[in-house]
């Protein structure tokens, strides 16, 4: 991987007419949900999925029954483990529900572990029973704005993009994982990738944002490394932030001080974070993911200008927890 290759990947996507556009007015009613990396596999001890599946299913059914159009953005299908029928199977009622949107409120990318949906012979063979939709997009575009003219353009992959062996030789490691595929059901072994090593999420992550930076008024938003970013920074690095502020600030703020040291070296000590280069410009934004160990999930909302990072709490049963919200009207405002 290269920041070259990736930036020339995103550059390629950025420009290509078979890119779906659309048109966003900030000051119209809209929403959008955006989620990520669910990898339904086939129940087996290398199936991340399942544990999320509850939290999942309450998402869906919130986002369906508040008029929300989903986006599903990329691995939804874990393809390079097992064929599509396998998946099917196990999770019919589950590919179900993502269809029963319909197919004004239906938007889907591809990834590197699904991309058999890059075909679109293979999209109607296979995925057409569920797909409420008859097309598999590497990116969706908007063009931001209101009524007085454009404000901005928002991006959205799944962040795959000229990585060496997601995307360029994509081939190669679906070859190897099927191989690797016995190991992994039995023991639950992982392949190095930036969604599982710090080091190649941390300059993963560093790539995307370079690019998006250097370009004009684009804010992107990606899946693909599993890890929640929000304006540029981490939530370690949120958090790094604001114990700054308030040590420098007036005023009492010790036991507020004392809670983010201990988070903060719970967190480091949990996941040691590698590579993490700091982000000044908020151009750059990851919804997570949908297979986190301990049952919840996160993703993004679009909501009448709002932009929001957001949990399903496992189980399904609590209501989300809104993380992160700023209006998209400012943060293109504070992009060059």
């Known amino acids: 991987m ?19 556009r659309r048109t966003l007015d900030v000051t119209t009613p809209h929403r959008y949900a955006i989620l990520s990396d669910q990898h339904k596999g ?5 199936d991340a999925f399942r544990q999320c599946e509850p939290a999942y299913r309450a998402a869906l059914t919130h986002y369906r029954d508040q008029g929300f159009t989903l986006i599903l953005l990329g691995d939804v299908e874990e393809l390079w483990e097992q064929g599509f029928d396998e998946v099917a199977r196990h999770y019919a009622d589950v590919l179900t529900l993502e269809g029963s949107f319909g197919p004004d409120r ?34 969706i575009r908007f063009d931001v704005g209101t009524a007085a003219g454009t404000i901005g353009t928002l991006l959205l992959v799944h962040g795959h993009q000229g990585t060496f062996f997601s995307h360029r030789f994509r081939a190669v490691s679906r070859f190897f994982l099927r191989l690797w595929r016995p190991l992994q059901r039995v023991f639950g072994f992982q392949v190095k990738n930036p969604s599982t090593d710090p ?89 997570g993911c949908c297979i986190f160990d301990d049952g919840d999930i996160t993703g993004m909302e ?35």
């Not at 290269?2 to 779906?20: F, G, K, M, Y």
């Not at 679009?302 to 700023?326: S, T």
């Open 199 to 287: 080091c190649l999420r941390g300059d993963h992550d560093r790539a995307m944002y370079t690019w998006a930076a250097d370009q004009s008024k684009l804010v992107l938003i990606a899946g693909h490394t599993h890890r929640p970013v929000w304006s540029s920074r981490t939530h370690l690095q949120k958090l790094a932030a604001e114990l700054a502020a308030l040590r420098a600030a007036p005023g009492d703020h010790g036991a507020r001080i004392a809670a983010l040291e201990s988070e903060i070296a719970d967190r480091r000590r949990a996941h040691p974070p590698c590579n993490d280069t700091e982000k000044t410009t908020p151009a750059y934004f990851n919804t």
């Open 42 to 46: 086939a129940r087996d001890k290398a």
């Open 106 to 139: 239906y938007l889907r990318v591809f990834g590197n572990h699904d991309d058999d949906w890059m075909d679109p012979k293979r999209v109607a063979q296979r995925l057409a029973p569920f797909l409420p939709t008859d097309a598999v997009h590497e990116a």
């Open 2 to 20: 290269s920041d070259r290759t990736i930036a020339r990947d995103l550059t390629r996507v950025l420009a290509d007419p078979e890119t779906p």
């Open 302 to 336: 679009i909501e009448d200008g709002m932009l929001r990072l957001v949990k399903w709490p496992a189980g399904g049963v609590d209501d989300r927890v809104v993380f992160e919200e700023d209006r998209l009207a400012a943060l293109f405002a504070r992009l060059p």
